[in-house]
């Protein structure tokens, strides 16, 4: 059967207290309405469909991003109208439609497939999951014979409703067709005067449709309102990021300490030392040594490399085989070659650092005129003398040397020297002679 997916995404979130439109905020880089569409998409839903706020341009472009449709909701009447905006566009759609929540980013593509498989043995299926603290989620109240009977919104709950601990985490399958019709039935006859999505399972049970509870881990299952929350659920995908990667072979010494990204891809018998942070699209490749609070995004780093610590690769950084980038290196848009070393104190953007080459500290590529960016390509085993400043577009050919603070301005060629200084010049006694007659001065003035 055909999969379509909706997520629900047109709330405000004032409780967010941003102007950003909340499922836009990220979890480990990425926003989750984003970590919600990857998880529909792993689950074999073909059409997505995200219900988005008039206002929310931002939502739909980097929905279409990810390949998937957008609505807008007109007024916010509520999840079940939400849910039902989505309606028009899947009107030719024949298939199962599941629903899920923009604000859900912890989300697993096998928890859609449960929910897919028990709506096809059922005729319709709903997520529940038991938190610590069931706080403000909807209750499921369960029939006797264990199917869902109704969900009561925690503002519309008694307090033995309240005292349920089973809570709707807001997944949703069911046969399409089905699904507008009960939708089209909604009332919005509760404490919010919202048309909820939650009294789906009560319609559909009038129209002799029985919903199952497919029950999800809490841990995945958390909601993001506020910014707390949001931190909570970042603190989640770390942990799952991190056993993912150890448990991939990985080396972490201090994972706890450890920042990834969703995309982070650490190749096993990598070495990861404490507190690195990983930006999007890094990969690090077995064999790599990623030294203490170094910072990578954009990167990839090849087995024997060492890097850091207190190193910084930015997008477009690529460090071969056994290539050394040390402290307060920085790199951006440069690809270090082979067994190249760059140890100390040194920028370099826009640039080619051929292999075997020895960056000396203090080396900076000078690679914006404040309009342009231009390139530096340094040669295979070029040694780099320390202060050196590469203005670019400049190219240091093979073996060549540059002398220890020589400003770089024309083109190097092989094997030569290159050095622009002032002649130094010796004058014998003179620092003595300094000394006496300042000492002289600052005794007569006391
Ligand atoms: C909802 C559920 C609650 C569940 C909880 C799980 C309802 C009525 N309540 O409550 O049972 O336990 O999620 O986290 O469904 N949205 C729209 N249009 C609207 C209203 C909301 O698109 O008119 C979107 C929001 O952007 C959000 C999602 O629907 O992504 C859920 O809305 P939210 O206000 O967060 O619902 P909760 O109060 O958390
Ligand atoms: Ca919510």
């Known amino acids: ?262 995309d982070t891809v650490l190749e096993p018998d990598c070495l990861i030392e404490p507190y690195v942070v990983f930006g999007p699209g890094v990969t690090v490749r077995s064999g790599a040594h990623i030294r203490a609070f170094s910072h990578l995004e954009g990167a990839s780093v090849a087995g024997g490399a060492i890097v850091g610590p207190y190193a910084r690769l930015r997008p477009g950084a690529i460090v071969e085989e056994d290539v050394h980038i040390g402290n307060f290196v920085e790199l951006k848009n440069t690809r270090i070659e082979k067994g190249a070393k760059a140890n100390h104190l040194t920028y370099l953007g826009d640039a080619r650092v051929g292999p075997g080459a020895n960056i000396g500290c203090g080396t900076i590529t000078c690679n914006y005129d404040g309009f342009f960016k231009h390139k530096t390509d340094i040669g295979a085993g070029a040694f780099i003398g320390s202060d050196t400043a590469l203005v670019a577009p400049v190219k240091v050919g093979d073996g060549a040397i540059t002398g220890a603070g020589s400003v770089i301005t024309r083109d190097v060629p092989a094997n030569a020297l290159a050095v622009t200084r002032a002649e130094q010049r010796i004058l014998e006694g003179w620092a003595e002679k300094f000394r006496s007659r300042k000492k002289a001065e600052k005794a007569s003035k006391t």
């Not at 603290?133 to 209750?139: F, L, V």
């Open 1 to 262: 059967m055909a999969r379509a997916g909706i997520i629900l995404a047109a709330g405000l979130g004032t409780r967010m207290k941003s102007a950003k439109p909340k499922v836009m905020h990220e979890v480990a880089g990425r926003a989750m309405l984003g970590h919600v569409i990857s998880a529909m998409r792993a689950a074999d839903v073909t059409r997505i469909v995200v219900v988005t706020h008039k206002d929310g341009e931002a939502v739909r472009a980097f929905a279409a991003t990810l390949g998937a449709e957008s609505v807008i909701q007109e007024k916010q009447l509520g999840t079940g109208h939400a849910a039902a905006s989505a309606g028009p566009l899947l009107s030719d759609f024949a298939g199962t439609v599941i629903v899920a929540y923009g604000d859900m980013p912890l989300v697993t593509a096998d928890t859609f497939l449960r929910s897919f498989e028990a709506q096809a043995g059922h005729g319709m299926a709903m997520v529940g999951f038991t938190p610590d603290d069931p706080g403000a989620y909807g209750r499921m109240i369960l029939d006797h014979d264990g199917h869902l009977d109704h969900i009561v919104e925690f503002k519309d709950a008694s307090d033995e409703d309240k005292a349920v601990r089973l809570c709707n985490a807001g997944i949703l399958a069911a046969k399409a067709s089905d699904f507008f019709r009960w939708t089209a039935g909604l009332t919005n006859d509760n404490a919010q005067n919202e048309y909820y999505l939650t009294d789906v399972p009560a319609l559909a049970k009038a129209d002799g449709v029985r919903c199952v509870v497919v029950e999800a881990d809490k841990a995945e299952m958390m909601g993001v309102n506020s910014r707390g929350e949001l931190a909570r659920a970042e603190g989640l995908m770390q942990q799952r990021l991190r056993s993912a990667a150890l448990g991939m072979g990985a080396g972490l010494v201090a994972p706890e300490t450890v920042h990834f990204c969703f």
